[in-house]
């Protein structure tokens, strides 16, 4: 085949692959032909003409493996014929003599490679010398791409026939673990330097620089073999790699060749293919061949590596320890300190090097004259980022587990994050960037690193990370922040985080400021609800993210009810401060929150005060238990004037919340009722009944906050008769004025319950509502079939009521029911009516007293 300096294009070389193909399929054949005639010149021979075609110059990288794996299937059915005769008896050391005769160069290598392997297989030689023999005689091809297969071949052909410990062929002087080592070693190295020379060779014919990188890239795999057989030596043992091994890696190989992309990847593969323990045995050697590397080689990629291999050992580790704690339980807390004590260590000297690397980048893209983007600015924005990531991820793994955390964990963290914040500002152009794609990388990974400290480290913790606010601040406020913010409730309600003091709640809502208020840089933030299915949506979505925020107050904790209430105090200033949109979702349990904290004061008063009352015991005994009683400064009377506060500002800003707030004010209510503050729960009530009259107009409002006046009236028990009698007469007074004139009927028969209070009972009163309410059903203008279960309402809610007005109301109700139409009102009607009689028959009512059984 023609080795001229030819120029083919994408056409001419895939008719010379093809023609390449078919030449070493045809004389595969006729070498498989002279294999079972036994003819060895003429298998020798074909096996030459197959070999012939990998001399070609005129392929790219890519056809010429395909070419190359064809060649290496016809190689097998060589090497299993010279393995046939090595085993027939034929001297393979005349064998490995005779095939060196071959004219050319590169068929000649490849079949004594071939031959080679068997001769080691055979041991009429030791394996040291072939294998020596082997790698000074491919030295023959200086030509990048086919030197490069060629060395892959080898490696591959001898990978096992090493002298390893163990081996067959380390046995009887065949070699030592040091002459395997020294093979791959020598055969990496040779391999590594025709790999860097493939970039200023002109494969295939004339391709830009751009181009012969990507095809050079695309073969590093054929220089990592050296590498992974060298890892699964069994001979190469922590003494063995550290002694023999790493040094000469770093030394002859790595650090010898100068090229940025050879340094990047071999030292991405000594991360990959080695054991854990070898790396955290020789960390600090490792890190500082780090330094020494080429400028332009992206150390934040091999430093990524390398933690998250060592994170994850640490963490198989702690798995291991976990599984067998109970048999090293004594030494536990002097095993946890040591370990403590080595990952400081080695998250100080992976830190040092992180700093060298910062500097590293500066130089990289603003020493070099160059934009970022020329410069390399956005590809160490692609890989810096993410380093500090896992580096983070590595700190909370090497210095602290969850059930154990100390100050170096936090100072580390403290360090990563200004490590990444000091990045950043020497790249203030990515804020200003007219890529969107270079922004939203450099939030996502912060993003990231903030979730790394919120997931993993608890309140107390983070506020012992301050640049941590300083970082969210970077955000968009209503993008990552938000996003991050939202995540962190999440974590705080699943782990069940607790909030223990005021500082807790102040730095919670600090970083939680997305979703407490508006973006305090826009000047006016728009509602969260705007037009057609696109406002819908926002406002879904807006409404979901408070209701996730208002569940941080229920995870406020302290046996210290005043530290409690200064809690709540901090988290009400922030959410009042939130805007009109979000406090209906806050405030509320809020609210509630408060009003469980002024039971719990109540309740506490009033225990100490019968202890205080019940002391009969010697002075010394009185003494302690007066020291052993907590006294709270707070009293439940301020907090009800806290929840008022919030409550007033919640109805005057939240007309479409008016019916909660009518509930809320008699919540409060019923709260000071409880405590016996008469005056401030008749104080509340009153404000709900003011809510009632100015806010709520439409009618089944109406009827829900009376509703719930009623109930919550009916429930009271340390109010006056006369503020009672005032407040259960203004609420009749409101049923009566119902739109509806049925809504009456029914509201003012249930108000006749506020008049039959346990503790004040008056007949006439509830026999006047009882009335009242007939006569307001009675004068609906409607057909007969709407009267009859109003009247019916009233004859099952008045047991108290004289026999006689409970026999006329019952003839008004049987005419009536003789006037409806048949069908299956009437048939109700009728069934109820039955129901009514035969509970008044099993009854002995009096005609001049109410009574006092209970209603059917």
Known sequence: MALGGFVLDEQGEEDLLREALQTVRDQGFRMQRAVDTGDQPAVLKHAAEVLRELRTSLLSPKNYYQLYMQVLDELRHFESYVDEQQQAGASMRVLY??????????????????????YIKSREAPARDVLTDLVEMTKGVQYPLRGLFLRHYLSLSVRDKLPDTGSVYEQSGGGTVSDAIDFLLQNLRETNQLWIRLQHQKIGGSRPLAVREKERME????????????????????SVYAEQVLPRLLDDVVLACKDSMAQQYLLDCIIQ???????????ERLLEAMD?????VDVALILTALLERLTKFRETQASVANTGQHEAEVDGRTKLEQEQQEGFKVFKQVMATASKLLLRSSRYVVGSGETPSQGGGDAHLASVLPFFVTFATFALTWLGTSKAKNSDTTEALQQIVSGCLEFLRERTAWRVDKDKQVRQLVVSQLESLALTLLRALSIQDLMQVPVLREMLALMPWQGAWKDVALAWIRVLLARHQRVHNEQQMDFLLQVLSPLVRDDPNELQSPPPTTTAETGKKSAEIFEAEQQTLAKVVHLVANDDLDVKFRVFSVARRAFLQSGVFRIR????????????LARDLAAHSQEKTQTQGQETKAES??????????????????????VHEMVTALASKQDALSVSCVHLFLQCAMVADGCAFEAVAYEFITQAFIVYEDQITLAREQWRALELMVASLRSTRNLSSANYEVLATKTTQYAARLLKKNEQALMVLNCAHLFWHPSQQDGKRVRECLQRSLRIADAIKDTTSNQVPLFLEILEATPEVTRNYLVGLLTLVKDHLDNMEHGQMRREGEFRYRAIVRYMDTLDISDDTLSTSPSS
């Open 219 to 238: 073969l590093r795999l054929l220089v990592g073999t050296s590498l992974v057989r060298l890892s699964q030596m069994e001979g190469v043992t922590r």
């Open 292 to 296: 020494k590397l080429q400028e332009n």
């Open 585 to 596: 979702f806050t405030l509320v349990p809020l609210i509630y929150q408060s009003l469980a």
């Open 621 to 642: 005994e009185s003494a302690a238990s007066v020291g052993n009683s907590k006294t709270f400064v707070t009293t439940p009377r301020e907090v009800l004037q806290f």
């Open 97 to 118: 003599e005779r095939v060196q005769s071959s004219g050319n160069v590169l068929p000649r290598l490849y079949l004594l490679v071939t031959v080679g392997s068997v």
């Open 273 to 283: 293919v080695f054991p854990d323990e070898f790396h955290l045995q020789n960390l």
